[in-house]
């Protein structure tokens, strides 16, 4: 997908290294965008496994139908490397057609805006923006003056925006505040069906994962027939430390690169998004995001003290939309069993673990600030040690 990206004639780094003049800015922007598409590798492309459920086509969070992905990602200069993704469950006026929804803390040393409304009702009505910590407050005005503009929204008074974070502050320039309102909406503008970028990309431009560099990442699971055929998607900003598992395997205590032996702080954050067409209510999706926290575990994510890890489970089946308003005083929404559940949790399980992991391997070498930089994972080395570990041949 096309994904702006903004590089000024001072720049001379981008995701790897290579140099771009304003004269060759809007030719190349295009070129850019689809070229770091096309060259993306994800861990699948090695012959590497995740769990056992089958991904969906495009084995992201937009294999589920009507879910759309934007990003807008800033590298300018030597010191900004940050960025916005845009995140809407269906494309018509989320503020009128409202979504089941729940929030999971799984740490809370983070600046999520929007938890006590979607917590109290159970429902989210505006697109979801992730960001860096301090460009919360600008993405939260955006998304109000978006869904104030709306066609149908005129009389609106109130409106509840979800805005998630982690700090990129170590290879951006985040004291900067450069991101804008014009950032955030263009994020949504953009943001449709199909391929989602990943690794250096929007939000995920400045972020490190396990002391390599993270970034955006998102995989999908489908349901057998006979468990209802439900699709279930993720999509992570990965910015957080512990000890790296790939498949099941050490590479961090391999490579000597883990939290405890402070080779890197193991504190950040990681927002994870859980989206899915099964017909849920917010207690049972509040179960669902509980289980992203432990995919997150199986990539050895530790949830540090210093982490805010936050889960947002929504569920997009049209029959279960909420009129912002109606003469009916009774809500009949279908919803799922108890029972039914267990495999949409193994489903939320194996896509968290896999779009980590995604973000990881799509993620390029990168400088920032002050000459800092955060080198991609060794993805030969890791690799070597899953044919050693007879994940791969």
Excluded at 61 to 74: M, P, S
Excluded at 277 to 292: G, I, T, V, Y
Excluded at 326 to 354: C, W
Aim: hydrophobic share 35%; glycine share 12%; charged share 20%.
């Amino acid at each position: 997908m096309y994904y702006p990206m903004r590089i000024t004639k001072q720049n001379r780094r981008t995701a790897k290294s290579g140099a771009m003049t304003k004269s060759y800015l809007l030719p190349l922007l295009f070129l850019l965008s689809v070229a770091m598409c096309w060259s993306q590798t994800r861990i699948r492309d090695y012959g590497v496994e995740i769990g056992v459920l089958r991904p969906g086509k495009l084995n992201a969070i937009t294999d589920v139908q009507g879910v759309q992905v934007g990003h807008l990602t800033r590298i300018e200069a030597d010191s900004i490397r940050t960025g916005v993704t845009a995140i809407l469950p269906h494309s018509g006026n989320l503020f009128q057609e409202k979504v089941p929804a729940a929030i999971y803390i799984g740490n809370g040393f983070g600046k999520l805006a929007g938890y006590s409304q979607v917590k109290e009702l159970g429902n989210l009505e505006t697109p979801i923006i992730l960001t860096n910590t301090l460009s919360v407050p600008t993405a939260v005005n955006a998304i109000i003056g978006y869904t104030l503009e709306q066609n149908g929204n005129e009389n609106v008074r109130s409106v509840n925006a979800v805005v998630g974070e982690t700090n990129d502050g170590y290879l951006n320039d985040i004291r900067g505040r450069h991101t804008t309102e014009k950032d955030v909406l263009e994020a949504i503008k953009n943001a449709s069906t199909g391929t989602v970028a990943e690794g250096n990309v929007g939000a995920g431009t400045g972020t490190v994962c396990f002391g390599f560099k993270g970034g955006i990442g998102t995989s999908s699971r489908v349901l057998p027939q006979k468990s209802g055929g439900y699709t279930v998607g993720v999509l992570v900003q990965s910015n957080f430390g512990g000890v790296l598992q790939v498949a099941g395997v050490e590479v961090g205590k391999q490579l000597g690169q883990y939290s405890d032996s402070f080779k890197y702080s193991p504190d950040g954050s990681c927002m994870i998004l859980v989206m899915t067409n099964a017909p849920l209510d917010s207690r049972n999706l509040e179960r669902l995001a509980k289980r992203a926290m432990l995919g997150l575990a199986k990539t050895g994510g530790i949830a540090s003290n210093g982490s805010g890890d936050y889960v947002i489970a929504v569920s997009t089946a049209e029959e279960c939309r909420i009129p912002y308003k109606t003469d009916n005083l009774i809500q009949k929404r279908p919803s799922l069993r108890n029972e039914a559940m267990t495999p949409l949790f193994l489903a939320t399980i194996e896509a968290t673990e896999e779009a980590i992991l995604n973000s990881l391997f799509a993620a390029e070498t990168m400088t920032g600030r002050n000459g800092h930089i955060i080198e991609a994972l060794p993805k030969e080395k890791v690799l070597q040690m899953l044919r050693d570990a007879g994940k791969i041949k």
